[in-house]
């Protein structure tokens, strides 16, 4: 469990490798003042997100989302490249301009090692997962896909909903979660946020959508 001050110590390194990168061309090295348990292996996902207001009204959209769903690296480590490659080599989007820093906010997300569902028939899978609590991870021959648990929550989305949408994020049908032999995993997230760019950080409960 990671507490909210270690949440804003790694939203504020993803930051800074963002803007260290773009202002002098360079990755960051992890802190040394970074705490021991940050150096454990964890997967993490850096989401950037653009703020701006239609009729005074605050909207949000994504700018870049890419991770490690796997604990392979160095939670700091992972952090710093996530972030670098969510905002310069996410291909759904054009890289980060510096003029773009004060107008988007960093989000984290902490993953568990994913766990394989297992179930007798795939009609199951829907009861085998919870929205406001898991991520989905969906496989099938060459195809992956991956959906954060906080995007279920706000996109409305029921079970059965997620499974086909995780599927389409893979490049696969709809029910492609149906299948035999399409693997679905579950994983959760401690998910971080800053509030406004550059602002203060919170440590978000998905489930209620609102702060621990």
């Known amino acids: 469990m990671l507490s909210e001050a270690d949440g804003a110590f790694l939203v504020?390194?993803?930051?800074?490798?963002?803007?260290?990168?773009?202002?002098?061309?360079?990755?960051?090295?992890?802190?040394?003042?970074?705490?021991g348990h940050l150096m454990e292996k964890m997967g993490v996902f850096v989401t950037i997100e653009r703020i701006y207001f239609v009729k005074g009204q605050r909207r949000k959209?994504?700018?870049?989302c890419i991770g490690y769903p796997e604990p392979i690296l160095p939670l700091v480590?992972?952090?710093i490249d996530s972030a670098l490659n969510a905002a310069f080599n996410d291909p759904r989007f054009n890289p980060l301009k510096e003029n773009e820093l004060n107008k988007v906010i960093f989000e984290l997300s902490?993953?568990?090692?994913?766990?394989?569902?297992?179930?007798?028939r795939p009609e199951e899978y829907p009861k085998m997962i919870k929205v406001g609590r898991d991520g989905?991870?969906?496989e099938r021959a060459f195809y992956k896909g991956l959906l954060l648990p906080q995007v279920a929550v706000e996109w409305g989305w029921d079970e059965e909903t997620f499974l086909a949408e995780?599927?389409?994020?893979a490049g696969l049908p709809p029910d492609a979660w149906l299948l035999?032999?399409?693997?679905?995993?579950?994983?959760?997230?401690?998910?971080?946020?800053e509030l406004e760019p550059n602002g203060h950080v919170i440590k978000m409960d998905i489930s209620k959508g609102i702060e621990k």
């Open 12 to 35: 504020s390194i993803a930051r800074r490798a963002v803007e260290t990168y773009l202002k002098h061309g360079y990755k960051i090295e992890p802190p040394k003042d970074t705490p």
């Open 61 to 64: 959209e994504l700018r870049g």
């Open 77 to 79: 480590e992972a952090t």
């Open 110 to 120: 902490v993953l568990t090692p994913p766990k394989l569902l297992s179930v007798s």
């Open 136 to 138: 989905l991870i969906v």
């Open 166 to 169: 995780v599927c389409l994020k």
């Open 180 to 193: 035999k032999g399409t693997k679905i995993y579950v994983f959760q997230a401690e998910i971080f946020t």
